[in-house]
């Protein structure tokens, strides 16, 4: 499992009784993650961008002996869920996969999470070696290909060691 940290586009709104954020979940170029930095192909985001419909949003990536997992891992991970995504898209013009977060609006933890200005994504990759340098960053590998697993939204006033 690897994670990186992405930003809300706006602030939350309530629609529908439903706290909804839109958020920028990955752009082409590098991003450095729990796995070190990696280059994410516009080819690879588009061709992937529908694999985030429905994904799991929790307040925290899920840990179990120290080691980040999969929101599925058992059932207490599981219960760490307190929304969605939905409408995700690959915004050809900017280069960007977006997506909208949904939490329902009478969930105990939505004051906190309302205040998230953040959320970090958690991805299962596969990589090549092929190092190099895009936008002057350097990377260790490029990422062929991912399966979406989780949406962790955050604020600054989290405990969470996410």
């Known amino acids: 499992m ?4 992405v930003n809300l586009m706006s602030p939350w709104s309530i629609q529908n009784g439903r706290a909804i954020a839109p958020v920028v979940m990955m752009v082409e170029g ?3 993650g729990s796995h070190g930095c990696l280059y994410w192909p516009s080819a690879v985001l588009q061709q992937n961008a529908l694999k985030w419909l429905n994904i ?7 840990v179990k002996d120290g080691k980040l997992v999969s929101v599925n891992y058992d059932a ?10 939905k409408r995700p898209y690959y915004d050809v013009p900017v280069w960007a996969l977006k997506a909208e977060i949904e939490i329902e609006s009478n969930h105990p ?5 309302h205040d998230a ?3 970090s994504i958690g991805v299962f990759s596969e990589e090549n070696d092929n190092a190099g340098n895009f936008g002057g960053e ?3 590998g490029t990422v062929t290909f991912f399966n979406a697993s989780i949406v962790n939204s955050y604020s600054r006033y989290s ?3 996410c």
């Not at 690897?2 to 940290?5: A, G, N, T, V």
């Not at 207490?76 to 995504?85: E, F, L, Q, S």
């Open 138 to 140: 350097q990377f260790e």
């Open 159 to 161: 405990t969470c060691k």
């Open 109 to 113: 933890l939505l004051p906190i999470i």
């Open 117 to 119: 200005r953040e959320v």
């Open 30 to 32: 590098v991003a450095c």
């Open 56 to 62: 799991p949003v929790t307040p925290g990536h899920p």
């Open 2 to 5: 690897k994670h990186l940290i």
């Open 76 to 85: 207490g991970t599981r219960a760490t869920i307190v929304g969605n995504v």
